[in-house]
T-cell receptor, first 115, second 110 residues
Framework: DAGVIQSPRHEVTEMGQEVTLRCKPI?????LFWYRQTMMRGLELLIY????????DSGMPEDRFSAKMPNASFSTLKIQPSEPRDSAVYFC?????????????FGPGTRLTVL | RKEVEQDPGPFNVPEGATVAFNCTYS??????FFWYRQDCRKEPKLLMS???SGNEDGRFTAQLNRASQYISLLIRDSKLSDSATYLC???????????FGAGTRLFVKA
């Protein structure tokens, strides 16, 4: 079975450019999470969707970040404009039930470098 | 103060040793607790859930102490393959907010 799929796996861009990260959750999972991981701050929850609806976006750092989930099999995280401090590994995770009280399955991550 | 705190380590132990990690959480309304494992440059993966009654999975034992607000992970008979970062995870009441600890690094050496 395919796990959570993320693309691209690596992204190098210049400051000011728009970056779009993509995620395909495990089929049948109705919860989707976006995380950011850095050495300094560890793994941080950015936003959580349940049944394609954003439930909690309090972790989104600022207005430059936006996330969408147009259907059950696809989500995007967009950064516009990007800044060097956005450099991190971005993980998408999905879960079979609402909330975070169940196992979350993580994708391989997108390693973003903003120059 | 962080909501979930872990000793970052690293813990350097020989094969066969027993090692224990603790994790403290500050929100008394926290509802669900987990240990995840993350290998270098890989994604986190669930190691085990943590229940009030404690639970064991082979060489791994997890405990929850709600009164003192900490959870623990015990690894017996350490293997080289246990070398990884162990992440303590707490869900707030309502289940929507997942908080990861910064992780504890473990190195098991031959």
């Amino acid at each position: 079975d395919a796990g959570v799929i993320q693309s691209p796996r690596h992204e190098v861009t210049e400051m000011g450019q728009e970056v779009t990260l993509r995620c395909k959750p495990i089929s049948g999972h109705n919860s989707l999470f976006w995380y950011r991981q850095t050495m300094m701050r560890g793994l941080e929850l950015l936003i959580y969707f349940n049944n394609n609806v954003p439930i909690d976006d309090s972790g989104m750092p600022e207005d430059r970040f936006s996330a969408k989930m147009p259907n059950a099999s696809f989500s995007t995280l967009k950064i516009q404009p990007s800044e060097p401090r956005d450099s991190a590994v971005y993980f998408c995770a999905s879960s079979s039930q609402g909330g975070g009280g169940n196992e979350q399955f993580f994708g391989p991550g997108t390693r973003l470098t903003v120059l | 103060r962080k909501e979930v705190e872990q000793d970052p380590g690293p813990f350097n132990v020989p094969e066969g040793a027993t090692v224990a990690f603790n994790c403290t959480y500050s929100n008394s309304a926290s509802q669900s607790f987990f240990w995840y494992r993350q290998d270098c440059r890989k994604e986190p993966k669930l190691l085990m859930s943590v229940y009030s009654s404690g639970n064991e999975d082979g060489r791994f034992t997890a405990q929850l102490n709600r009164a003192s607000q900490y959870i623990s992970l015990l690894i017996r008979d350490s293997k080289l393959s246990d070398s990884a970062t162990y992440l303590c995870v707490v869900n707030r009441a309502g289940g929507f907010k997942t908080i990861f600890g910064a992780g504890t690094r473990l190195f098991v050496k031959a």
